[in-house]
């Protein structure tokens, strides 16, 4: 794929993570879940690798704080989860494990990896699974939802995304 369309996916998946991040979100716990985040991490993973995917993932929850429609959680949530989807496929090529890469990486590893993270960051003082059940049902039903279009995305070969990607 060329350099300057990979660019151009990448931008218009921050894009869509940035808005669908304020359109589609549900109260989970002592956070917010944000299934979009989840779901375009599996879906960059498979198309586009880890890298993007973890560029995606950052520029999206850059934009998202800079808008103030998202905490410094995002970055460590959103980013784990896309390098492990994006390993984990890169790895196999299972979209399966991509999806599950996500939900470890951000249900559990990112979950566990915001308590000192917050700690040290936002002054919050919690226990160590304080974060785990809204992360869980988050990127639960993100990496649901992304494997489901990803695996639709897949058996569409032949549209002009896929082909070029």
């Known amino acids: 794929m060329k350099k300057t369309h990979q660019l151009v996916v990448m ?8 808005f669908g991040s304020t359109v589609l979100w549900f109260p989970a716990g002592v956070a917010k879940a944000y299934p979009v985040q989840s779901a375009l991490n599996v879906i960059a993973a498979v198309l586009l690798g880890p890298i993007p995917a973890v560029i995606i993932a950052f520029m999206t929850s850059l934009l998202r704080n800079l808008a103030g429609t998202g905490s410094l959680l995002a970055f ?3 980013m784990i989860g896309a390098l492990l989807a994006g390993y ?5 090529a299972k979209t399966y494990l991509a ?4 939900f470890v990486g951000t249900g559990v590893i990112a979950a566990l990896f915001a308590v000192p993270y917050a700690s040290i960051l936002m002054g919050t003082k919690t226990g160590a699974f304080f974060f785990l059940p809204s992360f869980v049902v988050s990127s639960l039903a993100g990496s649901i939802l992304g494997f ?5 995305l897949v058996k ?3 549209t002009m995304l896929i082909k070029q990607i």
Not at 11 to 18: P, R
Not at 88 to 92: E, N, P, R
Not at 148 to 152: H, I, M, P
């Open 11 to 18: 931008a218009l998946f921050t894009a869509i993570g940035t």
């Open 76 to 78: 460590p949530g959103s």
């Open 88 to 92: 984990l496929y890169k790895k196999t």
């Open 99 to 102: 999806s599950l890469g996500e």
């Open 148 to 152: 489901l279009l990803v695996s639709r």
């Open 156 to 158: 569409m070969k032949n």
